[in-house]
């Protein structure tokens, strides 16, 4: 054979794009049985959560992608149908900002251009950033099926969604209705519950006296929102609340307005809170919009749309912002003599999940989702394992938010997005609700018919996304053959907002869950552990990452700090952690592929194997099985670390090191052997390693001599029961304790690795492995760079001048004094002994310390004594080498 060439630097940016060119071209992305199988296989299906088209990649979506691909690699190799599906989400609110953002920088609005040239201009916002974010997934080495790319609002999806909606409808799940929802004035739209998040603020309590319409006198109300007393209907009181029962049936007047408004009496009042009288306020409070159903009072709707308060209150408050009318609001009081006081009061207040403008209730028509049959199906699929989260904790975030959910708001004041199918008739004001276009009215024939204007939740798409991205709801061959999907990968806060609502579409649609395995990830986070956000500053371009690093030094970080339920702390230095390793499989590979000059390799089934032949095979088999256990329950940083010591410690720090004597050997026969070996476990390295560092391997796979094909396409690696060998896992495990008890002594004299000492091993008598090390002494004698290695029983010669190391069944006598200055090491040992008993005393006298035991906190306290028994296994050591030198 002849020497095989890599480039002397690992530089990822040479061959990453080349590869994965080659790989999407050769339709390795795409599901199908590899040709050696016997048996056919169940497919392995994902369907990617779809970013945000107009979005890019963060390193939430890089830690996402990542370990989405690194499963999808496993079974591919694992030789089953595989199928990555792609696409991306039209996100309503997010991408109609963008959109009118860059109409403002032009000088125009959606308003102006209208609705039909807004949304023309929105496909062309979305076509441009779409092949952005379909770049950045390709750069980061996703392996998706490109050719079955699906888009949230493309023509299936769009049929998809519909069919649902017109369904739900007939099924009587959907409705219209006057009700309080949540509103963004600045998004101009509805939200659902789970748009809306909670922020506590530091805000104000104000007390505010209601006259008695008869001029009795007043009462007094608290509330954080004094400018929505404008819209007060009546004042309630409990019924149990003895202060106040005379005064049920009484009329107020309504300050600053010419009103009069009734005391009533609902259970529903706290009466330890505020003064016990609460203002009920239907058109703008949840909790005073259930109290006016109950008592069916008027509903007082102060907002328009735009955040302003309308006709609906005096005059003089009309067209002002919340912030201004209550400024107003409280002033009027003042001189009316009506505020009796303001306090300081820390409260949760709703902000938009997008914007993070503060939301108002708004009483407002919407559509709206039935959700409590739906969300009984999908807690029954968590009941008879059809589903399972891992981690396992998750299981009770679903089940909370499905225990208390409420009816979803489906309609939004968009006009980028699905629009609701419903036309309504100008001439007999028919609803229809349709899956066609109606061209006419249904029921009087009239042509001047009109379609809602509004659209629906981007989660309504969304929540169809794992069987309407295969073809839903036409039967079609995708759909028979790779629905159900197999797992979900995705971040914890999304667990209601897409996780269970597409289970219960999936349940209501397909009688099926969309997948069995639900991955949980955790978050991003900085070093110091805070999220990673625009507003900070502290986020890390996984493209940057990608032109540093390469993709896999990236991919496999990530991999190897994603323990399951836990968050990961990064920063840009973090990921060489995956650049080294990268960049030692690639020296590994270099070194063994310029080493095949002259040498042939033989046939390995006739080749016979030595004790450490088997222990590398052993260990593979070892580290196969490993990496199954912990793909099989999705511990990712479990199956990275398994590949990592195998491949670095086992084979490179021990097996190649052994193997170099044979490498460079005298005889043909042994070079031969050597690289036909090292070779064969390189090999199979590549593809045990390939779903972790997919374009390293890949590289390193394509220029081995005893391969052929993509490592993409091979066969990943088993357990195999002739490869077991524990017999030879005991003896080798003897000698690396041996050759790490040599190591250590010689680094705690201070003695160079190249510095060569005699070496004395004495077995106990019941160590059977005493042969096998006697056959080694060649090789330990190279591990630990000694002169000679002798054993006790052959030469019981003695002893002095050494310092002894014991180990699990032998002692090892090592010869320091021939290797270093006596006197001057036992200075030096006497002024390290020196330091440490002073160490031990400090810390000693502060464990002594009552007032410290008393008063620091208990982690402080652990770590002084773990101090203390370091220091004092320090001096021991130190006092035990003195003795030893001294003899």
């Known amino acids: 054979m002849e020497a095989v060439k890599l480039a002397k630097v690992y530089s990822p940016a040479d061959f990453e794009e080349r590869i994965y060119r080659e790989w999407n071209e050769k339709g390795f992305f795409k599901p199908h049985e ?28 890089g830690l996402n992608n990542t ?17 990555w599906v792609p696409g991306s989400d039209h996100a309503g609110i997010a991408t109609q900002h963008v959109v009118e953002r860059e109409l403002k920088s032009r000088g125009t609005s959606r308003h102006e251009i209208g609705r039909e040239s807004f949304v023309e201009e929105t496909w062309r916002v979305k076509d441009r950033h779409h092949k952005i974010i379909v770049d950045q997934l390709k750069k980061i080495g996703s392996s998706c099926d490109w050719s079955r790319e699906r888009f949230t609002l493309d023509e299936g999806l769009s049929e998809a969604v519909r069919e649902v909606f017109v369904a739900l409808y007939e099924r009587g799940l959907v409705y219209k209705g006057n009700y309080l929802i949540n509103w963004c004035a600045t998004c101009g739209t509805a939200l659902s519950d789970d748009e809306v998040e909670h922020q506590e603020k530091q805000g104000k309590l104000h007390t505010i006296r209601y006259p008695f319409a008869d001029e009795s006198g007043y009462i007094m109300i608290a509330t954080t929102r004094p400018e929505t007393l404008l819209g007060d209907v009546a004042v309630a009181v409990n019924p149990e609340d003895e202060r106040y029962r005379e005064l049920v049936g009484k009329w107020l007047k309504l300050p600053l307005t010419d009103r009069k408004i009734p005391i009533i009496a609902d259970s529903y009042v706290a009466m330890d809170f505020g003064t016990g009288m609460v203002k009920i306020t239907p058109a703008h409070d949840i909790n005073d919009w259930e109290i006016g159903k109950r008592h069916d009072l008027d509903q007082v709707n102060i907002l328009s749309q ?12 009309r067209g002002m912002d919340v912030e201004t009318a209550r400024a107003a609001v409280l002033d009027d009081l003042r001189q009316e003599g009506l505020l009796e006081s303001i306090q300081d009061h820390v409260h949760q207040i709703g902000h938009c999940y997008r914007c993070n403008t503060v939301i108002e209730p708004y009483l407002s028509d919407q559509w709206f989702v039935r959700m409590k049959g739906l969300a009984d199906k999908a807690l029954k699929a968590l009941e008879n394992d059809e589903i399972r989260f891992y981690p396992k904790k998750w299981e009770n975030t679903y089940v909370h938010w499905l225990t208390n959910i409420r009816d979803w708001c489906i309609s939004r004041q968009l006009w980028w997005g699905h629009r609701i199918p ?67 990968v995705t971040g914890y806060d999304i667990i209601f907002f897409w996780v269970a609502r597409m289970i219960m579409a999936s349940l209501e649609f397909t009688g099926k869950a969309p997948f069995r395995d639900i991955c949980i990830t955790g978050l991003v986070r900085d070093k110091t552990g805070r999220k990673m956000s625009k507003s900070l500053g502290n986020g890390i371009d996984p493209l940057e990452v990608v032109d540093v690093y390469g993709a896999d030094a990236m991919k496999f970080t990530l991999c190897f700090l994603a323990a399951q339920g836990h968050d990961i702390l990064l ?22 592929l310029m080493n095949l000059e002259g040498r042939e390799l033989q046939p390995l089934e006739t080749m016979e194997h030595h004790s450490i032949d088997r222990w590398i095979y052993h260990r593979l088999n070892t580290a196969a099985s490993g990496v199954k256990s912990a793909m099989d329950a999705y511990r990712f940083n479990d199956a990275a670390q398994v590949i990592y010591d195998f491949f670095w410690n086992d084979f490179c720090d021990w097996y190649i090191e052994a193997s170099k004597s044979l490498l460079y050997s005298n005889s043909l026969e042994d070079q031969n052997r050597a690289v036909t070996l090292l070779l064969d476990i390189l090999a199979e390295s590549m593809r045990l390693m390939h779903p972790f560092l997919s374009f390293v391997t890949e590289e390193i796979y394509q220029k081995l001599p005893n391969t052929v094909g993509y490592v993409i396409g091979d066969a990943y690696p088993q357990f195999r029961e002739d490869r077991n060998a524990p017999e030879a896992e005991v003896q080798f495990s003897l000698f690396q304790e041996v050759v790490r008890k040599v190591r250590t002594l010689k680094s705690e004299f201070s003695l160079p690795p190249e510095k060569k000492v005699r070496i004395m091993v004495k077995a106990d008598e019941d160590l059977t492995e005493l042969p096998y090390l006697i056959e080694q002494r060649e090789l330990i004698a190279r591990f630990v ?60 006298k502060k464990l002594g310390n009552s007032k410290f035991l008393e008063s620091a906190p208990p982690a402080v306290i652990e770590k002084e004594r773990g101090k203390r028994d370091e220091f004092s296994d320090l001096l021991e050591k130190i006092n035990r080498h003195v003795d030893e030198l001294s003899r």
């Open 306 to 317: 735009d955040g302003l308060l309308n006709a609906q209150v005096p005059e003089k408050y």
């Open 785 to 844: 760079n000694a002169s000679e290695v002798l054993f006790h029983h052959e030469t019981p010669e003695s002893i002095d001048g050494s310092v002894p190391v014991a180990g699990e069944g032998f002692e090892v006598f090592v010869f320091v004094r021939d290797a270093i200055d006596v006197p001057q090491e036992l200075a030096k040992l006497a002024k390290e002994r020196e330091k440490a008993a002073k160490q031990l005393d400090a810390v000693e």
């Open 34 to 61: 590899r040709s050696d199988e016997n048996e056919k296989k169940d497919p392995f299906v994902i369907v990617i959560p779809p970013p945000n088209v107009t979005g890019v990649l963060h390193m939430g979506h």
């Open 571 to 592: 920063d840009m230095e973090t990921f060489k952690l995956g650049s080294r390793f990268s960049n030692k499989v690639w020296n590994a590979a270099r070194f063994l």
């Open 422 to 488: 419903v036309w309504y008739c100008d001439d007999c004001g028919e609803m229809m609700v349709m899956r066609e276009d109606p061209q006419a009215c249904i029921k009087c024939g009239s042509t001047r018919i009109r379609q809602d204007e509004d659209v629906l939740d981007t989660w309504f798409s969304s929540w169809l996304w794992p069987f309407s991205t295969l073809g839903w709801p036409n039967n079609t061959d995708d759909l028979q053959k790779y629905f159900p999907t197999n797992a979900l």
């Open 67 to 83: 370990l989405q691909d690194v499963l999808i690699r496993y079974n591919r190799m694992l030789g089953r149908p595989t199928l």
